[in-house]
């Protein structure tokens, strides 16, 4: 018996050519994409941590004496109105002759003719000069006497403004009285104007100088309120 030798022919297996350098390009590429999608976002981490924070300012409280006289009678005070180059929760401060500049990253508790009225009705009323009380006009009481205000100007200085580094607050103040007919008599008529030197240029050395300032025209329209009253 004869054997013949068969010869098997095993081919191999098929190569795609490039297969493998797309696989390390797409690692690649990945790899890349990563990197800079991390870059992105510690970018914006980076950029939110050094955002500014936002800081408000309420009026502070001065010590109130009280008054050597007195009114038997009640106030009410009216909302304050202001200009509109102020009415705006930023503080403002002037760093030319004619230039402002609202600080966007320190602002009011409120509106600043909120906070001066707030401030007005709290001391007021502190000073005991008038015996039935001081009033809002959400309240149903009808008193005798009635005050109205407008603040023409609530302005912080900076250098090169002069006088560098204050405060000034301006308001017309008007006190009628009100009779038993609901007639109303105009008692007094007057511009206050205060200017508060502040320590610095800096935000927060603003809201000291402005509770200071209102603190000052209250106490002078006191005097002027007993005054007229007694006419």
């Known amino acids: 018996m004869r054997w013949e030798q068969t010869r098997v022919s095993v081919l191999p297996k098929p190569v795609f050519a490039g297969s493998a350098d ?41 010590p109130v ?20 180059e102020f009415d705006t929760d930023h ?21 600043p003719q909120e906070l001066l009225t707030a401030a007005f009705v709290n001391r007021i009323q502190q000073s005991a000069v008038f015996t039935k009380g001081v009033f809002l006009p959400s309240s149903s009481v009808v008193p005798e006497y009635q005050l109205e205000a407008r603040i ?30 609901a007639q109303q008599t105009i008692l007094l008529q007057k511009v206050y104007s205060q200017t508060v030197q502040r320590s610095s240029d800096a935000a927060s050395t603003v809201a000291p100088a402005l509770s200071e300032a209102a603190a000052l025209i209250t106490d002078a329209l006191v005097k002027d309120v007993l005054v007229s009253a007694g006419k």
């Open 65 to 84: 004496q009280v008054s050597a006289g007195s009114i038997g009678a009640g106030l009410l005070v009216k909302p304050f109105t202001i200009d509109s």
């Open 152 to 181: 023409s100007e609530c302005l912080a200085r900076n250098a090169p403004a002069q006088p560098a580094n204050t405060l000034t607050l301006t308001m017309h103040c008007t006190l009628q009285r009100i009779d038993t007919q």
């Open 22 to 62: 797309t696989l390390v390009c797409a690692r690649i590429f990945s790899f890349i994409s990563i990197c800079a999608l991390c870059s992105v976002l510690s970018s914006c981490v980076s950029l939110r941590s050094e955002y500014p924070k936002t800081v408000f300012y309420r009026l502070e409280p001065k």
């Open 91 to 111: 503080i403002i401060t002037l760093t030319s002759a004619t230039e402002t500049q609202p600080l966007h990253y320190h602002r009011w508790a409120s509106e």
